[in-house]
């Protein structure tokens, strides 16, 4: 399925089980939502996840840089400021692990271990580092890509590292029912979101 869908489809799964009910939880389960939906297709060189992971990645390898680079030079204590707030040392670890196993699967083939289970367990669990409130609507989302790719006729290897993979052949990436989830997705977020401001007016 194209990027679009993927989104569309992962971002109604998410708040239509999930159901956030203040504004904070609707901002950080679209969030959520929004890297779970496409995170998968990082093994794809053109996707929106890859080439956005590219930008996310030197951004925040900048920001470490000048860190590093202000702390050698003028010893403002960063390091020990985050040595002795344990919050940010669980959320530096978590986007840490997080971006290392999104590194490990642009290298991987595509639908292999970005489309399985394995990345499904260790990417909630790095997402529970960073956000903990954040993990069903991830993971949710994450798990409507990996049905929706399932229809097409390329295998999805659910069980990395385990050879094989599963696929459905019912449609093209590309096709109608492509085009279909899109619209019922986009259809779904909408209504939820009148919903959710009728229940906050109401
Ligand atoms: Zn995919």
């Not at 959520?32 to 998968?40: L, N």
């Not at 260790?122 to 994450?142: H, M, N, Q, R």
């Not at 093209?172 to 619209?183: D, P, T």
Request: hydrophobic share 55%; charged share 10%.
């Amino acid at each position: 399925m194209l990027g679009k869908t993927h989104l569309a489809v992962g971002i109604a799964a998410s708040m239509a089980v999930l159901q956030p009910v203040t504004l904070s939880q609707l901002a950080i389960g679209i969030s959520a939502a929004t890297v779970g939906a496409v995170i998968s297709d990082i093994d794809v060189d053109t996707s929106i996840s890859s080439r956005g992971a590219g930008k996310v990645a030197g951004v925040y390898m900048t920001l470490i840089f000048i860190a590093v680079v202000v702390e050698w030079l003028f010893h403002v204590g960063i390091v020990s400021l985050i040595q002795k707030n344990i919050i940010w040392m669980r959320v530096a670890t978590g986007i840490a692990l997080f971006m290392s196993i999104c590194a490990f699967g642009k290298m991987q083939p595509h639908r292999s271990f970005m489309h399985s289970f394995s990345a499904l367990l260790i990417l909630s669990g790095s997402v529970a580092l960073i956000c903990p409130i954040a993990v069903p609507y991830f993971s949710i989302a994450f798990i409507s890509h990996i049905l929706t790719d399932l229809l097409n006729y390329k295998k999805v290897r659910l069980f990395y590292p385990l050879q094989g993979g599963v696929c459905f052949k019912m449609c093209h990436a590309k096709g109608l029912v492509n085009s279909v989830l899109f619209i019922a997705g986009t259809v779904i977020i909408i209504v939820e979101m009148v919903m959710y401001i009728y229940y906050k007016i109401f």
